[in-house]
């Protein structure tokens, strides 16, 4: 959270892993291990856009402004 989010996004996990976010072609544009609680993402360097962000067990859509 936020989403839509323009420079941080926060994630909660349960379980240490890692995070993959994906633009729509399918690309690896950054990547993050995370450990269990809330993570800060610190993702200004993307472009605007959707992307699409992975763990080993969930996936879910974004919108960066």
């Avoid at 996004?9 to 633009?23: E, F, K, P, W, Y």
């Avoid at 609680?37 to 472009?47: I, S, T």
């Amino acid at each position: 959270f936020p989403n839509p989010f323009s420079d941080k996004l926060n994630v909660v996990v349960r379980s240490a892993g890692v995070l993959r976010c994906r633009d729509l072609r399918g690309k690896i544009v950054f990547e993050q291990p995370l450990q269990p609680g809330m993570n800060e993402l610190q993702l200004d360097h993307l472009a605007e856009g959707m992307y699409i962000l992975e763990t080993e067990h969930d996936r879910i859509r974004v919108l960066k402004f």
